[in-house]
């Protein structure tokens, strides 16, 4: 597992779906997410396992990162659903409706129990805890911080409306559910994901939101639909204005240390940590977006 | 005034001037109105019968059709069943295509009726049929160009010609809509009918829309029509073409498009001043759309777009973008209806379009995007058999244009269902791999090997390229690789080039056990 890469965007991809499966990895998404909970009915749950845990063990996604989200560890389902995809060598589990840390340390404990079982080295297989509920958002922090498994954690929406009573609008009802989630994920030093945008047709809307949970500090978010990877991209990537700021920074930084100078300065302002880490991270940013599409294909 | 008649004989050189003898004087002056004339003297017949039977139709001759009704025309069944009716035999049946209405047709082929058919494309039951062996004479398909090509040369020859017009005045000035007022029934261009209309023997025009002399603009001038018959039951509109080609938002035929228009622009093939021609088929249509979008951010002008057209054109050409439409099909009601108002719109003839005799429309072409149901290692294209080797397609222009652009693309996802596009070996050769520039499908592209010009441009742009191989084996590690089409041996259709050469032929399928 890796612990720190491009998370920008997260595609859904319902568990049942063969086409979809087989086409998961051309589309550019940094992760790909098999979904076996909501998008698969329970008559087809079996179906489903056994056609991820195949798509795992025969088709080459490259060097896309692969979750999968499990069914609730209380279900019973969720821990046949672990038995298959962490065998199945999955990155990342994604574990749906987590309340507390609690239901962390349990998911942990199950697939550090398969991975030993399978022969697999302790440890190898990610996490990454979608948050849906009031109680989830109030204990963010403690979740965040549960398990060095963690790559992430990630705001579920939609049962997260229901249960503060209310519906999606324009955004205000989550905005305290983000900053939770965003402050918890940077406190334990791992992803913040948002949720969904479910209307797919709406392009303007969906870029609206992007631009919000990207000035908010989110790292990325879930995509329902391969024709929202392009537009989120676009959202995440840099400006020509601020890389040039970035670039600019990074000249002083190395023309200050060939001087053999511990403060560097640019238009007459002395660049501070904080500043050098910005220019870092952006033109990182950059450079992936530049260059990862078609590396897939 | 001399008397011609006494001093003809001893003009010089009389027998080797070209004429018919001295002047007699003229017949009696016309004295009604036009309009009077209109009514009484023209080419309209009672019936389609009184057509056939004046047209000098007999047992063995070709009769000919054409596709602008699509799946909504009733031409071809009504004519072939009222000429069974009046118990014609062993005819030849040469249509610009024929598609899943025409399956009336089988019966026509059993009793005797139809012997032999001609044409672009089959689907349906009757595609059905003939590759279950329905008929004894192979099925001939041509591509626009070549049939074209073969009717212009004579090496078709067309003795009557059924062309079903949605409007047409009393003298047979035919065309695809009307000016004045559609009749509910509007295909566009005539295209495919014109060389039929230029080079039959006798010309038979069925419309539902008599509209006053002269019908204008036309696609057929009456100096090529016969007769004409006024008949409500030329075709189904519905069958005949929608509103709109809808814009596929298909994430997959997204993905395939958007690769496509970069390859284009890459390949330097994106100018300003191009020419291009773009497919009806979802990803050939978007591209169109990022082409547009490549076009506006660099300031890029279009001099025209070729062949069958949809309303996706028509509006860059009318906001500007492509300065002339060339347009041997119209492929939906918003191109129909360009035809009326824009006057660089222009209806043109499948010889103009892509006869090989001639410099015709596509050799102008810069690029082309083209579908395809199966490619093959050596890049050749199969559009006319399915994965079942039932015929289920059509020619069209494919090989046409293929061969005409500096650059053709052939757009198709790696897979379909759990059928790799690409092949050892296609089912049919449509068109030859040689004439075949590049290959893009959703999970990779691939350039054929003739071409390192555009390989190296792609390359340049940053494109990763395969070769046809590795994505044969990428199909093949996704799908599996699927067991061979059993055929017998007997040959149920022979597939011709544009030159009209012989190019492939497709076998009856073998069903037993």
Redesign the interface.
Known sequence: MERKRLRRSMMFVPGNNP?MI??AG??GADSVMFDLEDSVAITEKDAARFLVFQALKT??FGKKEIVVRINDLNSGLGIQDLEAIVRAGVHVVRLPKTDSAEDVVFCEKEIERIERAAGIPVGTTGMMAAIESANGVLNAKEIAHSSDRLIGIALGAEDYVTDLKTTRSDGVELLFARCMILNAARSAGIDALDTVYSDV?NEQGFIEEATLIKKLGFDGKSVI???QIDPLHKVFMPSEKDLEKARAIMAAIADANAKGSGVASLNGKMIDKPVVLRAQRMLALAEVSQTDE??E? | MTDIKSIYASIPHIDEISQHGAFEGTKDKRMGTFVERSATQNKVVESLEEAIRRSGLKDGMTISFHHHFRNGDNVVNLVVGKLAEMGFRNLTLAASSLSGVHAPLIEHVRNGVVAHIETSGLRGELAEQISRGLMDFPVVFRSHGGRGAAIESGDVHIDVAFLGAPSCDPYGNANGYSRDEDQSISCGSLGYARPDAKYADKVVILTNNLVKFPNSPYAIPSSNVDYVVLTDNIGDPKGIMSGATRFTTNPKELLIAKSAADVIHASGYLYDGFSMQMGSGGASLATARYIRQMMIEEGLQCRFALGGITGQIVSMHEEGLIDRILDVQSFDLDAAESLKRNRFHQQIDACYYASYLHDSAVNQLDFVVLSALEIDVEFNINVLTGSDGVIRGAIGGHPDTADGASLSVVVAPLTRGRIPSIVEKVNTIVTPGSTVDVVVTDQGIAVHPDRPDVEVKLREAGIPLFTIRELKERAEAIVGKPDPIRYKERIVGVVMYRNNTVIDVVRQIDEDR
């Open positions: 086409g087989k086409d051309i589309y088709l080459d047709n639909n391969p024709r078609g590396e294909v």
